[in-house]
């Protein structure tokens, strides 16, 4: 069988149902999760303590700062009916037309996004938009493009992201890479993902139940603590990167 390959030449529209049908039906069965009890909370927390104005966009029901005091912008109606009962700022919107004016953030988060859209330039260039000169902007992305699934697809990625291309990839929307933090709950094993992907596939509520009642719950028990490093760092072995740059304005 030949490998899966990444699907950068899926358009938007596509994208958008994908990851629409996916996680709004991941939202609508799940429980919000506090943002201090995952292993990104020591690092964003104390950003977030030095900036009034903030925004996290796509967290849908694992949002990364604190509640009171962001913006959140997701696609998911499901997750920001959720928000806002839980008394969060929560607004609809599209990375790549964020409802927010210019130049009005100083911490920008989003997480798990990149990879969803079809242009991520476009993505990019909106936080820039929305960033205060100086402002630290938290990204997340997989790597490697010879590593990519069949689950990578299922869960509506458009692609993996070579480190070697990063940095000027970022630094092309204004955005210099200060700090990066391996990062990410995927497990290693490809018969679990498989097996997953099947449930998800044939069984889906079923499926949607014991993630987010056991292996959700399970994950963030096990989670490693982070820590800052300087640059990239060493990206071998490594699925997933948090990033943390500067927006330079």
Known sequence: MPPARSTENRSDAELIRSNRGFYESLWAQARLIDPARFNTWPLLHELAQRAPRRLEVAPGLRPRLPLQGTCFVDLSRAALRRLRSNGADAVHGLIGALPCGNACFDLICALDILEHVADDHAALAELARVAAPGASVLLSVPLHPEAWTAFDEFVGHCRRYDPAGIPALLERHGFRLEHSAVYGMQPKSSRLLDLGQWY???????????????????????????????????????DELLLRCRYAG
């Open 200 to 238: 998800l596939t044939h069984r889906r509520e079923r499926a949607m139940w014991w993630y987010n009642r056991v292996f959700m719950p399970l994950g963030l028990c096990f989670q490693k603590p982070l820590r800052w490093r300087e640059g990239l760092g060493d990206t071998r072995g490594v």
